[in-house]
């Protein structure tokens, strides 16, 4: 897979490639259950590599990725237990990571504010993978 054109995944493909993880995670993610900030000295970049990306291709019809959060059972953005949903707001900009120490699977996207560039991590469970 090349660098520049990042392999789109499913749900379903996501949820296969995240087995039993996070309970598998021994780095330093393993503290990423809900969205965390992780700045590049935190960033395990020589254990990690970019497996693909949540990242739907845009057309001509859609110039913009939804903002909207899918939250059915109320939780919330920072929530371990909020549902993974990949076409849903901040999934929807992800790329997914793999760690070649413990094979934990990691989400990865930039939160820009007005003043600021914020590195926004979440381990992947499984079971909280949903089709959306």
Not at 17 to 46: F, T, Y
Request: charged residues 25%.
């Amino acid at each position: 897979m090349s660098q520049n054109t990042p392999l789109t995944l499913s749900a379903d493909e996501l949820r296969k490639m995240a087995g039993s993880a996070p309970a598998q995670c021994r780095c330093a993610l393993k503290a990423c259950q809900g969205w965390e900030s992780v700045s590049d000295d935190r960033w395990p970049d020589q254990h990690m590599e970019r497996a693909g990306t949540l990242r739907p291709p845009l057309s001509p019809a859609s110039q913009e990725l939804t903002f909207e959060e899918f939250h059915p059972n109320g939780t919330r953005y920072e929530s371990p237990q909020a549902p993974i949903a990949p076409g849903f707001f901040p999934f929807n900009r992800c790329d997914v990571f793999v760690c070649r120490r413990c094979n934990g699977v990691a989400l990865k996207y930039t939160e820009y504010g007005g003043y600021y560039v914020d590195p926004r991590v979440r381990l992947v469970d499984a079971a909280l993978v949903v089709d959306r």
